[in-house]
C-alpha cells in the first residue's frame, strides 16, 4: 500500500500548488498500478519491492551471463559510434572513447550493480553511450551526412517499428535539409549554451553548464561520456497503456515538461534522469545505423520533451521528433507548461563512475 499512499501525497501536493495537470497526470499512473495490481500483476508488497509478473522464454541469466550481455551491448555501441563517424573528432584525444576494462569496472561498483539489477528490472535493458564531449554541431553533421543521407540514398531508411516482425516501411527524406532547427533555439544549441539536468523549470532552474558535466561522474561515468541504460523501445507509451514493470509506472505520453521533471523526482523513479540534445542525436543516430529505423515519430505520437535541458535564456525546453510529412528530424523547444498528446518523455539510467 506504500505505492498509493506515495502517490496520493504527490497528487495531493499538485492540487495544492494549482498544477491540475500534473495531478491528472498522477492520477493515471496510479489507475494503471492498481489495475496491474487487480489483475494478479504485481505483488502486495512495499512499492519498492513490487514486481509484476510477465510471461517470458528468456532464460534467467547468471551475474557473469549479465555482465557478458552488457559487454557485448557495450562493444556493440563502441562500434556503431565509430562506424557512424561520430568517433571521428578531436574531441576524443582530450576525452578517449571508455574501454571494455574501463566498463567492467565501472559496472561492478557495489552502487552500479544495484542500480542496474534495480532498473534492468523495470525494463532498461539496452546499453547506450552519449559522448557529452563531442560538440553538438558534429554529432548533428554526423547524424545528417552519415546516417539520413548515406541511408536514404541506399534506399535503407525505415520508419520505426514496434517490433521486429513488423513489415518494412520505407521513410522519406528531405535530403536537401534533412533536419530542422527552431530558430528560436539553434543559437543557443550550436554553441552550446543549454543548460544540463535543471532542478525545477523556474528562473532559478538550478541547471549546469555543459562543462561542469563533463567531469561529473554522476554523470559521466568516464570524462566526457554518460553511459546509460534505456527502455529499448522508440514508440512511447500513450496514456492509459503505460505498464507497471518491477513497481515503476512509465512515463505515458500527455503530460508537460515540467509535469514529467516533478515525477522524475519521486521514489518510483530513483536513478533516472531526463534525456539532453546530445543523449537524442547520438541514440537517433544509432539506432538508425543498427536497425535503419528512425526513432521518435511524431506520427506515432512519440515526440520527445527533452527534459534534462533547459535554454537559461528563454525557460524554453527542447524536444526532438522525427516528422514524415515534412520528411525531416525536427529539433524544437516549448514551455514548460505545453502539454500536447503527441510529446512524452524518455528518461535514461547513468552509471556512475568510480
Known sequence: ??????????????????????????????????????????????????????????????????EEALVHQFETRVASLAETGITEHSFVKRYPIPTREQFVNILRSEQNQELAERKTAQGFSRLDLTPFAAPT?????????????ARSKANTLLLSKRDENEADHPAAVNTTDPIWIWDGIRGVLTKQ?????????????GGRTRKTILTDPRICAVPGWSIRFDEPTVILPQPHQAQTVGGRTQLATNATPRDYLTTLSGPMYAGETGRTIEDFLTDFAVHLHETGQVSYEWNQQSAVWLIGNV????????????????????????????????????????LIGV
Not at 138 to 143: A, Q, S, V
Not at 322 to 345: D, H, K, M, V, Y
Open 1 to 66: 500500500m506504500a505505492m498509493e499512499r506515495e502517490h496520493m501525497r504527490a497528487i495531493e501536493a499538485h492540487r495544492e500548488d494549482g498544477n491540475e495537470i500534473g495531478a491528472q497526470f498522477l492520477e493515471g499512473t496510479l489507475k494503471t498500478f492498481l489495475a496491474a495490481k487487480e489483475g494478479g500483476l504485481v505483488k502486495d508488497l512495499p512499492w519498492e519491492e513490487q514486481v509484476v509478473y510477465v510471461s517470458t522464454t528468456e532464460p534467467v541469466l547468471s551475474p557473469e551471463q549479465r
Open 137 to 149: 554541431t558534429h554529432l548533428l553533421k554526423k547524424t545528417e551526412a552519415i546516417v539520413i543521407i
Open 193 to 205: 549554451g543549454l543548460r544540463y539536468f535543471p532542478e525545477r523549470f523556474t528562473d532559478d532552474h
Open 311 to 350: 535554454d537559461p535564456q528563454t525557460g524554453f525546453v527542447p524536444d526532438g521528433y522525427w516528422f514524415r510529412g515534412i520528411r525531416q528530424l525536427e529539433l524544437n523547444a516549448g514551455t514548460p507548461g505545453s502539454q500536447f498528446g503527441l510529446w512524452g518523455t524518455a528518461p535514461t539510467v547513468r
